[in-house]
């Protein structure tokens, strides 16, 4: 998971995404066990960024399961990954970060 985790963080940083941020959620009650969080500088940016992250995950067996596209606010979901390319008014609006952090602990 780490290789996956790290492929796509360097993907991102690579084309100038900014404020990239892997939250990990594998002992919390949520749908994924991880979730990136990258900021966009343009609504051009986030497509361009979805479109490198297609190109260069493909080969290595990522599968998209679903992409919801939008100028603000882009979803990715490969499964056990969501990835979530946002605008910087969006991504301080929705404050995913406190949301997630605010999860409850699965309980074995």
Same mark, same amino acid.
């Given at each position: ?35 990136? /969080? ?13 479109? @490198? ?21 882009? /979803? /990715? ?5 969501? /990835? ?5 008014? @969006? ?18």
């Amino acid at each position: 998971m780490n290789t996956r985790l790290e492929n796509i963080k360097k993907i991102l940083d690579d084309k100038k995404a900014e404020n990239i941020e892997i939250i990990d959620l594998t002992s919390k009650d949520y749908i994924v066990d991880y979730v990136v /969080i990258a900021t966009t500088l343009n609504p051009k940016h986030g497509f361009a960024l979805l479109n @490198y992250l297609r190109t260069d995950l493909k080969p290595t067996g990522e599968e998209f399961l679903r992409v919801d596209e939008d100028d603000e606010w882009t /979803i /990715i979901d490969l499964g056990d990954v969501f /990835i979530h390319l946002m605008s910087e008014k @969006y991504r301080v609006k929705y404050s995913l970060e406190e949301f997630l952090s605010e999860l409850k602990t699965t309980e074995n």
